[in-house]
């Protein structure tokens, strides 16, 4: 895969070379990606080809007005005087028509430590020597068999695959690697009425198609909950004792406290957590990472600013010990580059962004956590997040809110749930968590409302007092 | 590179296909308040090709699709091996048969105006200084801001005759707006415009600074209950565009939406019955056909379904291709200060107000809201509106004031009886 990375390796190096002559520091990062989807439902069965990080090249130069970037997506040796005439002339007339007033933002110049890593993808069975037939044959029959549960609106299955190459040339640094995620998904629907209600079931896996041997066995659980969901009542607002599915959990860890924890927001001061480093901001059952330490889809052995990725232990036992940083945001604060500096493709700019987000097991059992509940819910099947830095405000949606009365699921199921809150008071109110962590690489994380790049989170089950409505 | 797909395509023997060039050129500026984070510069150029395959099995026609990425750097023989490789894939994507769109040939549709004479670099630097220009506000700033310039061309060219081109240019963005004092809050703001509206984002900007300064002494006093809610700009759009989504073909032919043209689809409605039109952003959509501005709901009666060749050649409908943009067209009943005048919950910004197509349901944690009792406005913080639009769609009032943004254009503010909010109360 990706001999064309290969090929045009020697004239990269000569580009970089080049740049550096006219600026003061030059980097070149090279993606090639090979994306497939498949997918079938009541619509139709269907195979797609357009990944979201493609085929393309940044091109990052300092010159005394700070960072400047070029994107393009065709390259050559022959190209190469070119290039460095447009990022002069361009990135000149940009500076020269900034309004008045505006001043750059001071950044060193990159130390550039010299640093080579050759890194290949693991995977059991690559989607794509499976087969388009085989693939789809599976997907059909996973979704023939929901389909014979009365009610089923529809059931969609589908899976995607990406493998990815990313090439990193500096003066000092030779970084290549090449990754492959797989993601599937079972959605279950059900109409009554004009409402209809989805049960979402995803997968995960670092690494290819032996991923989809584990989903036909879920088929059953997935149309159970659909079914239920038509029956569901409207939460009642208040604050409960909750247990979170490793799902929900992850959700929380990510959207509630991970954005908050980007440090290219303390940089503009934007960022709570900024001035709670050293402070405990959770119940001392809380430890928090973020890395590659575990093998999920967004494990990398280095960023997209050719920093070298690593474990970083961001809450520790209750105390906010650190953020996650990119190397732009690193150089202004002063600290050291996390390998978060990520991009949602080579078109976009690189942000602070997680990777693996999870909080650590604890020692408890499920059966356990749902017996010490007098009143409260266990939340399931999280649908969306929104974070806030800068209140460090909570919403998050969940598709499920089970009702557990004296100790037991009752049977009562509660929907559409809006968590809201301050996530120190949700994060200290933990009191339980399970023993074993679960991650999900399902999904991709937005920036505010853009900047889409894959990420995984998860955690264990986990106990905690949370606002609902 | 045109003319080079279009020989390998037939070297490879593929019959049925459609090419979309696309070219993109960008300037991109990033601050952190006035100080210039990154700059940035983008030439793209993309070949996307979709090979169909068309078979009868069992009596029945059938037709797959398979999209290939063309890249420059490919050699002759790589390209040609994509293409039979996914003329081969397609066999396995078969679905009911359905027609291409009608043929189309014009003469290229050259975006005018302002934006797409100027180069990006000078535009980005002039909606830069509109962005600041409001940004001299007592107590409340401008913490960051990104500002994008894209200029494109979109030209699509297909076996069965159609080869339209045009051009486009967008000016957008976000910023942040904060306010230390007395909390320090932020608030987040996107904006994107087809024209240099140098103005309008000024205005904007200052509307924003306004909000914040409010948001900063907003209380956390909300309780929970049933609000006449009143929704504005944005969020207005965004509970609307359920009437968009669920009159696709896309819903509709899967049964995710029961919807048929000639349904009230609103019901009885004590309140306005709606009146909603697809805007045309585009002269062609993706798939080539000709976009125009179409009637969609006439006093709640749905007018048309939408969609592209697939969904609505299933459906026995002229493809209309696929709209991300509509206007509501009701005048509305009452002033937006007499919205006001009564007692109600106006709902400005949430973390995130998302609209469920599939549910009805729309809400979001509230960021900025008023707490009105018909005479004073209280700024109140906390709190999440969880509601259904199925119910309230029976009694909806507009405002005669009207707003207009990148996908929509209509009265600036609505009012949803009875809409369920959760308060602060419980926390």
């Known amino acids: ?469 | 590179m045109e003319k080079r797909i279009l020989d390998l395509l037939n070297k490879a023997g593929i019959e049925e296909y459609r090419i979309t060039f696309f070219t993109e050129r960008t300037a991109e500026l990033f601050f952190v308040k006035k100080q210039l984070d990154t700059r940035r510069i983008k030439d793209v150029a993309k070949y996307l090709v979709t090979v169909f395959r068309i078979e009868e099995k069992g009596g029945e026609k059938l037709k797959g699709a398979i999209d290939v990425m063309v890249l420059s750097s490919m050699s002759d023989d790589e390209i040609v091996k994509a293409f039979k490789d996914a003329y081969f894939a397609a066999q396995f994507a078969l679905n009911p048969y359905y027609d291409a769109p009608k043929p189309v040939t014009a003469a290229p549709a050259f975006k005018t105006g302002r934006l797409a004479e100027l180069a990006p670099e000078k535009a980005a630097g002039l909606m830069a200084e509109a962005l600041f220009a409001a940004d001299n506000a007592e107590g409340a700033f401008i913490n960051s801001a990104e500002v994008f310039i894209s200029k494109k061309t979109m030209r699509i060219v297909t076996s069965t005759g159609t080869d339209v081109s045009w051009t486009d240019a967008k000016a957008s963005g976000e910023y942040v707006v904060q306010a230390k004092e007395p909390e320090d809050v932020e608030m987040y703001r996107q904006f994107a415009y087809t024209e240099l509206e140098t103005e309008e984002l000024t205005r904007q900007v200052k509307e924003q600074l306004t909000f914040i300064h409010d948001r900063a002494r907003a209380e956390r006093i909300l309780k929970s209950g049933n609000y006449d809610l009143i929704l504005t700009g944005e969020n207005t759009a965004e509970v609307l565009s359920f009437y968009l989504s669920r009159s696709s073909a896309y819903m509709i032919y899967p049964g995710y939406s029961r919807w048929a043209v000639g349904d009230d689809v609103q019901g009885e409605a004590a309140g306005e019955k709606m009146e909603l039109t697809l805007r045309a952003k585009a002269p062609y959509s993706g798939e080539g056909i000709p976009m125009i501005d179409r009637k969609l709901l006439d006093k709640g009666e749905l007018k048309l379904a939408h969609g592209g060749a697939r969904f609505c050649g299933y459906l026995g409908l002229e493809p209309t291709g696929d709209y991300d943009s509509f206007s509501c067209d009701n005048a509305g009943s009452m002033s937006f200060e007499e919205m006001k005048k009564r007692p109600c919950l106006w709902a400005v910004t949430f973390s995130d107000f998302q609209m469920d197509a599939f549910s009805g349901h729309f809400g979001g944690e509230i960021r900025l809201a008023y707490l009105i009792d018909g005479e004073k406005a209280i700024p109140v913080t906390g709190g999440s509106v969880n509601g259904s639009l199925l119910e309230a769609q029976k009694d909806i009032v507009f405002s005669t004031d009207r707003f207009k943004s990148e996908h929509y254009s209509g009265p600036y503010a609505m009012m949803l009886r009875g809409v369920a909010v959760a308060g602060t109360d419980a926390e």
């Open chain 1, 1 to 469: 895969m990706f001999e064309n990375l290969t090929e045009l390796r020697p004239a990269l190096k000569k580009l970089v070379a080049a740049l550096d002559e006219k600026f003061k520091f030059a980097s070149v990062l090279a993606v090639s990606e090979r994306f497939r989807s498949w997918r079938a439902s009541r619509s139709g069965i269907s195979i797609g080809s357009a990944g979201v990080r493609g085929f393309g090249f940044v091109i990052r130069v300092f010159d005394e007005t700070g960072c400047a970037e070029y994107s393009i997506n065709e390259f050559s040796e022959e190209m190469i005087p070119k290039i460095v005439s447009e990022m002069e002339t361009r990135l000149a007339e940009e500076k020269a028509a900034l309004p008045d007033g505006v001043t750059p933002l001071e950044t060193k110049i990159p130390e550039d430590t010299p640093a080579v890593i050759r890194k290949e993808a693991s995977y059991k069975i690559d989607p794509i020597e499976m087969g388009d037939e085989a693939i789809l044959v599976l997907l059909n029959r996973i979704r023939e068999k929901g389909m014979e549960t009365e009610g089923i609106l529809d059931m969609m299955v589908n899976v995607s695959c990406s493998a990815e190459r990313k090439i990193f040339l500096s003066r000092n640094r030779d970084l290549d690697e090449t990754h492959m995620w797989t993601n599937a998904a079972i959605v279950a629907l059900a109409m009554r009425g004009e409402e209809v209600k989805d049960y979402f079931r995803p997968y995960s896996i670092l690494g290819g198609a032996e991923l989809l041997e584990e989903m036909e066995k879920d088929v059953p659980s997935v149309t159970k909950a659909v079914l239920e969901l038509l029956d569901s009542e409207p939460m009642i607002p208040g604050e409960y004792d909750c247990i979170c599915t490793p799902d929900v959990t992850g959700m929380i860890v990510h959207e509630a406290f991970g954005h908050g924890v980007e440090m290219d927001m303390f940089v503009k001061d934007r960022a709570l957590a900024k001035q709670f480093i050293g402070e405990y901001v959770a119940s001392p059952l809380v430890t928090m990472h973020d890395g590659s330490a575990m093998n999920e889809s967004a494990t990398w052995s280095f960023d997209d600013e050719g920093t070298p990725t690593g474990d970083t232990i961001i809450i520790d036992h209750g105390i906010l010990r650190t953020g996650m940083c990119d190397a732009l945001s690193g150089m202004r604060l002063g600290v050291a580059p996390t390998g978060n500096g990520r991009r949602e493709s080579p078109e976009r700019k690189a942000y602070t962004r997680m990777t693996n987000t999870y909080f650590e097991a604890g020692e408890s059992t499920v059966e356990e956590m749902i017996a010490s509940i007098d009143y409260g819910f266990l939340l399931d099947n999280p649908s969306s997040g929104m974070e806030d830095p800068k209140n460090w405000g909570i919403q998050c949606m969940v598709n499920i809110a089970r009702e557990i009365k004296d100790g037991k699921l009752t049977g009562r199921i509660f929907s559409p749930i809006v968590l809201t809150g301050y996530v120190p008071d949700l994060l200290k109110s933990v009191s339980m968590m399970s023993g074993k962590i679960e991650l999900s690489g399902c999904g991709f994380c937005g920036k505010g409302y853009k900047e889409w790049v894959k990420v995984s989170d998860g955690g264990p089950y986990m106990k905690a007092r949370i606002r609902l409505g």
